[in-house]
């Protein structure tokens, strides 16, 4: 299985950008990355996934490196509701530690 | 649309006592999950059905853990009997379509999580 390596934890003002970063150097040539956060007391909620472009939605960015070693999901304004933990899988069902995001006011 | 709902959202027991949740995955999803989340961990699968089948159940502590999926919709987990470590939150989620021929990942295969059991072992 890719096996993915997130900080543990980062801090971001409210209404700035959080860039928060994956390492997933084993991942294989056909799977996808995929985010999920984790609010507390709840389940893990989708968030984006991307092969090899850079994907947008409504919620974030994923920005994927050319080598697909590693990646960033961009909250591009974050609110107090995206503290959360948040996980990049490298096939979905590896889950990791997850970064801890806090917003602050 | 309604989402995946589980139940009991949460549950005591003692040690060697036995307990069952339950899943209720979203309409028409034909792969369920079970994941086991330890305190300050991420989710770890334990089982995957598709449809009423077994995909994957690597993971599962068959000693003590069992699942089923009968009719392919819900789906039970049990644990008999129950050991101190296994106080954590089962998560049950869905998806349209698991793991794809030959176990190759598919285009997208969003999984979509319920609240969770959170089960206490005392």
């Known amino acids: 299985d890719a096996k993915t390596t997130q900080p543990p934890s980062m801090d971001c003002a409210e209404g700035r950008a959080a860039n928060l970063p994956c390492n997933h150097s084993?991942?294989?040539?056909?799977?996808?990355v995929y985010w999920y956060r984790q609010i507390h007391s709840q389940g893990p909620q989708y968030i984006i996934h991307?092969?090899?472009n850079n994907e947008t939605n409504e919620m974030a960015s994923l920005i994927i490196t050319e080598d697909r070693k590693s990646s960033t999901l961009i909250l591009p304004h974050a609110t107090l509701r995206d503290t959360a933990v948040y996980y990049c899988?490298?096939?979905?069902?590896?889950f990791g530690t997850g970064t801890s995001l806090t917003v602050i006011p | 649309e309604a989402g995946v709902a589980q139940s009991p959202r949460y549950k005591i027991i003692e040690k060697r006592q036995s307990v069952a949740f339950w899943c209720n995955p979203i309409s028409g999803h034909a792969t369920l999950y079970w994941y086991q989340q330890i305190l300050g961990q991420g989710p770890k699968l334990l089982i995957q059905?598709?449809?009423?089948?077994?995909?994957?159940d690597s993971q599962l502590p068959k000693d003590r853990f069992s699942a089923e999926r009968l009719k392919g919709v819900d789906s039970t987990l049990k644990i008999q009997p129950a050991k101190l470590e296994d106080s954590a939150v089962y998560l049950c989620?869905?998806?349209?379509?698991?793991?794809?021929?030959?176990?190759?990942?598919?285009?997208?295969?969003?999984?979509?999580f319920g609240a969770g059991t959170r089960l206490s072992v005392l």
């Open positions: 989620a869905s998806s349209l379509r698991g793991k794809g021929p030959r176990g190759g990942p598919l285009t997208k295969n969003i999984q979509y």
């Open positions: 059905f598709q449809n009423n089948g077994v995909v994957d």
């Open positions: 084993t991942i294989s040539g056909n799977e996808y």
């Open positions: 899988t490298g096939n979905q069902f590896y």
């Open positions: 991307g092969l090899k």
